[in-house]
Each structure stands twice: as C-alpha cells, then as structure tokens.
C-alpha cells in the first residue's frame, strides 16, 4: 500500500499562509462546517472546492481535518465531487500532502483513495482529451505509485509519453493559454520529482524527456508572463494557477538548467521600440479535436508601454452558458477586425467550437510581423512594422462583394485617454495612436482581469464598408 511514500513536493510553501482563512476565489471558506454540495455556486467554483488546491496552507491537522470531512461528506456518487478532474486533482493534492507532512494516512482515507482510483480509471476523459486527460493520467501515475500497481504505472506511464509530445507545440501548451500552459508544467516537474524517486528502468528515458520538455515550457512561462501575471490569452484561470516565481523556484530546486534555445517568435510574436511593446495573437484554434477553450483573438494585439498596458484582452469571466462567456470569446472582445458581423469560428455552448477559420500564414523579421487570417471566403491580413517611435498597423481585408467592418481597440481600464480627429492621446505616457479610416465610437465594455470580477473599460470602434478589399492603417508612437 505504498508505506514509504516518495518525497514528492520540493517547493517549501509560504509559511505565513499556515493557520489562516483558507480561500476559493478570494471568498473565505470555513472547510470545518463546509457544505460541499453547494448549489447555489457555479461548477467551476465547485470543481475548485474539490480540487484541494488549498492543502499547501494547511498545516497537518487542519489538513487531516478537511480530508475526514470530505471523505464523510461526500459518498461516491455523481455529484461534482466523483467527477473525474475534481478527482485527478485531489488525489494528487492528497498524496503530496501526506509526503510533505511524512503522514501515514489511515486505512480510511487509503479505502476512499482506492475507489478514486477505481471511478477515475473506469470514466478517464477520453472524450475531451487535452487538458482533462492530461490530468488523468498525471492522477493515476500518483496513483499507481500510492498502490504500488505495476501494471496501472506502466499504462501511465506510456500515456505520458505519447501525451507530453502531443500537447506540446515548441515547448508551448498545445491550448494556448497561459495559464493552462502553467499548470501543465507543474505538472511536468511534479512527474520528474516523482519519477526520479521511483526506481524503475522504465521511467529512464521518459525523464531525459521530461527534463527538455521543462526547459522549453520554461521559457514560455517568462516569455507570456506580464510581471507576476500571466497575460490573458484566450481562457485564463488565475485561481490555483502556479506563478512564474513558483515555476522557477521549482525547476531551481530540482537541478535542471533553464536555458533553452526556444524560437519566441513562433507564436505570440512580439516587437519593441522606444519603450513600446506589441504582440500579436497568432495561435490557431487549437487542438482541432475539442478548441474548448480558444477565442476569436485572431490577429488581436496587445500593447504595452514601459510594461504598462495600453491596449488590453477582455478577459475570461467565467465557464458558464453566460452573457458574459459569449462576450469573452467574441470577436469584439479582442484589438482585431471584424467582418459583417461575422465571428471567427461557430461558438457551440460554452466550450464546443464548430467551424472555424484559420491562421493561414506568419511571416517575423527583426522589425516586422504578419498573419494572414481566412475564413468564410475572406482574408485578413495584419502586418505590423517598426516605424520612427513606434510601429504602424496594416490591415488588408479581401472580400468581394460589399461589407462591413468594426475595427476594435479595448483600452486598460486604469488609463485615460482622450480623442480628437481620430487621434487617441493616452495620459501620462505620451503615447499617441493614430486610428484608421471610418467612424469612430467609444463604447463601455465589460472587463474581466479575473475569474467572477468584472469591471468597465472603454472600447474604441471604428467602422464603416467597402466593396471587395480595404487597407486600415494605424499609427501608434510616442
């Protein structure tokens, strides 16, 4: 029954947080008296509750405590609990719990991890793969080592290796999003801290391979980290996601190097002058199997000055059949350009995507980026070019007929701007953008900076027709 746990968890977690309130979404939780069927929350904030994410602030009897009432609790059954990612989480959250504190847990708790092996093996995510199957497997390699189940490790083990290449493109999440791509690297330096402690010729290999796959997930880490946070790219998840400072500490303690010859420029691509910094958001809807959590932000840019955004994402509010989900993954809530209304992919319900378009063609010098966008017969083009203080914004659209076009700029909510002839002047930072041709509205929108947390911004539009293709150009300098 695995007495000799592994020493699993090397990070040594902020002490100060021990003892304190305990928290789900900056809302204070009494774990004690929990009612862990609550009904009136959303799923995602359930599936939170039964993640345990929040045993590393506990200190060893509070988080014997929790487990005992969760266990009591919750008997097996379809409620959010027995799903199985809640599952894949908690039970990795439980066994390094039991590492860290060196616990012997008793034969109840080691009864209930049992029959969560069993639900999990049995109803493994097979039909939404990615992310969710990912976690599985991550789940049940813990698991099998719990339980000493040689033959449960060896499946684990080879669903590792075809899973760590497949979900990964250049060191890159295959999902595009930061913070998924986040908790898939803690992910890879939880199974190389749990292999290297696991004496078996098999895992040899896969470790050599997990080692380069770290150094490369590295780099993307700082590379989409905008100070302490991750930038907002498609579905963001800031709750339970490891921070860029835990990563490095992480892949510090456990001796590997974190140089690593990464093209940057491959996705996301980015420039800088003067003090200014642009990215272009150049992922395509991805994977193509199950794009749950991508957006129509093709083409969109994000701008910064002295690290400071200017022009900002929207956000991600929440997973729900919401307003506010269908706002987040629409066209109008990113920096690109929209045609008659039109969106970039079928949006299905809150996750399901049907037919889309695609990221045709990128081509990066030193001081030039371009993507070409098609979809639905016509072509988007955006390149931008470093200029004197700044850089310009091409945007050639091909579409016979006549149409219309939404040009959409979304303005961090922080700064003040003013307009006048088409001209924005962002305060305090000297930074002037000059908008392309049409007419021009400042609209307030919805801003999410995280999960449940909505604020105003201010939208510019800019729109207006034309008859089989158009240039826009934009200006942007200090």
């Not at 009432?69 to 390094?96: F, G, H, M, Q, T």
Request: hydrophobic share 35%.
């Amino acid at each position: 029954m695995g007495k000799q746990l592994p020493q699993i968890e090397v990070i040594s977690i902020d002490k100060s947080r021990k003892n304190k309130k305990l928290k789900i979404f900056s809302e204070n939780i009494d774990f004690i008296s929990m009612n862990w069927d609550v009904k009136s929350k959303p799923k995602l904030w359930r599936y939170h509750l039964h993640y345990f994410d929040y045993l590393e602030g506990c200190n060893k009897e509070t988080g014997l405590k929790i487990i005992s009432n969760w266990i009591e609790k919750n008997p097996l059954d379809r409620s959010d609990a027995w799903e199985p990612y809640p599952i894949s989480l908690r039970v990795v959250n439980w066994i390094k719990f039991f590492s860290r504190h060196q616990i012997e847990p008793n034969d109840q708790i080691v009864h209930n991890l049992f029959v969560q092996k069993k639900v999990l093996f049995k109803y493994r995510e097979l039909h939404l793969l990615a992310n969710h199957f990912f976690k599985n497997i991550v789940a049940l390699l813990y698991l099998s080592v719990f339980f000493q189940d040689n033959k449960l490790f060896t499946w684990s083990i080879n669903n590792l290796k075809k899973q760590i290449v497949e979900q990964q493109y250049n060191g890159l999440h295959y999902e595009f999003s930061p913070t998924y791509h986040a908790l898939f690297v803690k992910d890879l330096l939880d199974i190389f801290n749990l292999l290297k402690r696991v004496d078996k010729n098999i895992t040899r290999e896969l470790i050599k391979t997990l080692e380069e796959k770290i150094k490369q997930s590295l780099f993307w880490v700082n590379y989409i980290a905008d100070g302490d946070r991750y930038i907002p790219i498609g579905d963001v998840n800031f709750e339970g996601c490891p921070s860029k400072a835990y990563l490095n500490q992480y892949v510090s303690e456990l001796g590997i190097s974190s140089n690593s010859e990464i093209d940057e420029q491959q996705y996301f691509p980015r420039l800088v002058n003067n003090e200014l910094k642009i990215m272009l958001l150049n992922a395509p809807f991805n994977p193509s199997y199950n794009p749950a959590h991508s957006h129509c932000d093709k083409l969109s840019i994000l701008l910064w000055h002295r690290e400071k955004p200017l022009l900002v994402d929207t956000g991600n509010y929440n997973y729900e059949l919401t307003q506010e989900r269908q706002y987040t993954r629409s066209v109008q809530a990113h920096n690109t350009i929209q045609i008659d209304n039109l969106q970039q992919a079928e949006i299905w319900d809150v996750f399901r995507v049907g037919r889309r378009g695609d990221i045709i063609d990128t081509n990066i010098s030193s001081n030039e980026i371009t993507g070409i966008f098609s979809y639905r017969k016509y072509k988007h083009k955006r390149k931008i070019s470093l200029v004197q203080d700044g850089f310009l914004i091409a945007d050639d659209v091909i579409f016979s007929g006549v149409h219309h076009y939404k040009a959409f700029f979304h303005v961090n909510p922080d700064l003040h701007f003013n307009l006048a002839d088409s001209i924005i002047h962002f305060d305090l930072s000297h930074v002037k953008m000059v908008l392309p041709k049409g007419k021009v509205t400042v609209v307030k929108t919805d801003y999410y900076p995280e999960m449940y947390v909505k604020r105003d911004k201010k939208t510019i539009i800019i729109q207006g027709e034309f008859t089989d293709r158009i240039r826009l150009e934009t200006i942007i300098r200090k």
